[in-house]
């Protein structure tokens, strides 16, 4: 099986950081694409940021310049830099990972938990 498991939330200042990770565990072959998405209450779900098994990487716009993706794959983990941080990113982030197990019963596509993001003074 296998499972993702975030961690890194928290309640913040404006302008203040957090970094949060997903490490997935389990008979995982190959990571191809680690992103993060986030929640906000009343709200879709949407793309924060991606980063394939290249290194290329994607940013929502309102997120540029403040969020950096990154990832580890001998860890298998996924981590998100958030700087300069706005009340409007409170949310509860989710990563998510599509993945190659090395039974094929378990690839596919996988979510984290979720980890609440909560930004104010």
């Known amino acids: 099986q296998v499972q993702l498991v975030e961690s890194g939330g928290g309640l913040v200042q404006p302008g203040g950081s957090l970094r949060l990770s997903c490490a997935a565990s389990?008979?995982?072959?190959?990571?191809?694409?680690m992103d993060w998405y986030r929640q906000a209450p009343g709200k879709q779900r949407e793309l924060v940021a991606g980063i394939i098994s290249g290194g290329g990487t994607n940013y929502a716009d309102s997120v540029k310049g403040r969020f950096t993706i990154s990832r580890d794959n001998a860890k298998n983990t996924v981590y998100l830099q958030m700087n300069s941080l706005k009340p409007e990113d409170t949310a509860v982030y989710y990563c998510n990972m599509d993945l190659a197990a090395f039974s094929s019963d378990y690839s596919g596509v996988y979510w984290g938990q979720g980890t609440q993001v909560f930004v104010s003074s």
């Open positions: 389990g008979d995982i072959f190959a990571i191809n694409a």
